[in-house]
């Protein structure tokens, strides 16, 4: 499977179960950890759980699986390591005290508007 089509799963699946914010940044340029960071924000603890699950599950249906994931039993910030790509799910002040997108703002924005719902 490509990593774009890892995206696109990604990124469908958050949106489907109505993640906030959805960004993906392509670092491959930048650093050896991955080619994109995925980052979205839940509103509640499970509803950020709901998020991981789902990424989860939409990629294990497609023969996928996380090389490590991190962060569950907090459920404030969930990291689901594939490889190539990166998710970063939080809860919203998380997300706002950690600013991985300023963090990482020499990466370039990707757009993903295509796999998100028109709602």
């Known amino acids: 499977m490509t990593t774009q089509e890892k995206l696109e799963i990604i990124v469908r699946a958050l949106d489907m179960k109505r993640g906030e914010d959805i960004a993906a940044i392509k670092i491959s340029d930048l650093t050896i950890i991955a080619d994109y960071f995925v980052i979205v924000h839940g509103t509640s603890n499970t509803h950020v759980k709901t998020l991981a699950d789902e990424t989860e599950f939409k990629l294990s ?10 962060g569950y039993q907090s459920a404030s910030w969930i990291v689901l390591d594939y490889g190539d790509i990166v998710v970063h799910v939080f809860m919203r002040d998380a997300r706002e005290q950690y600013q991985l997108e300023r963090l990482w703002a020499d990466g370039e924005q990707t757009d993903i508007s295509a796999y998100l719902t028109k709602d």
């Open 61 to 70: 249906q497609a023969g996928v699986e996380p090389l490590r994931s991190e």
